[in-house]
């Protein structure tokens, strides 16, 4: 076979060619399955079947670097805390703290508002 495959439909030919001579295209399958996955992903075959088999490979291997590195990115960012997460923790500890200025203002001022009616009433009295 001289001429490049690069089609499902160059290669169907080139099997039915074959096919009238009475042989057939070696990995006939596995090369119509690897040029249907460059089809989807708008992959240029190259005319090979070793070719393609051997970029078909190295794509497989990038794609599985790349759900890897993925995958470990999310398990990082599950680790660590979320920045949402800690600026509410940090908005939450900020009200406590308003409130607790807040109840000892109010603690002292009625504190104060008691003792000097104490005083007064004792003075009337």
Same mark, same amino acid.
């Given at each position: ?5 690069? *089609? ?6 080139? @099997? ?7 042989? *057939? =295209? ?7 399955? =690897? ?8 992959? @240029? ?9 051997? !970029?078909? *490979?190295?794509?497989?291997? @990038?794609?599985? +670097?790349?759900?890897? @590195? ?14 949402? +997460?800690?600026?509410?923790? +940090?908005?939450?500890?900020?009200? +406590? ?13 009625? *504190?104060? =508002? ?9 003075? !009337?009295?």
């Amino acid at each position: 076979m001289d001429e490049s495959i690069t *089609s499902i439909d160059e290669l169907k030919k080139a @099997q039915a060619a074959a096919q009238a001579q009475g042989t *057939s =295209i070696t990995n006939y399958n596995d090369w119509e399955n =690897i040029l249907e996955d460059f089809d989807v992903a708008g992959i @240029q075959s190259t005319g090979t079947y070793a070719g393609d088999v051997k !970029l078909h *490979s190295q794509i497989i291997n @990038q794609v599985q +670097d790349m759900i890897e @590195q993925a995958q470990e990115e999310q398990q990082v960012q599950q680790l660590q805390p979320n920045n949402d +997460d800690l600026s509410k923790l +940090d908005n939450k500890t900020s009200q +406590d703290s308003e409130q607790t200025i807040k109840a000892n203002v109010v603690n002292a001022t009625s *504190s104060t =508002i008691m003792a000097d009616y104490m005083k007064y009433y004792h003075l !009337l009295s």
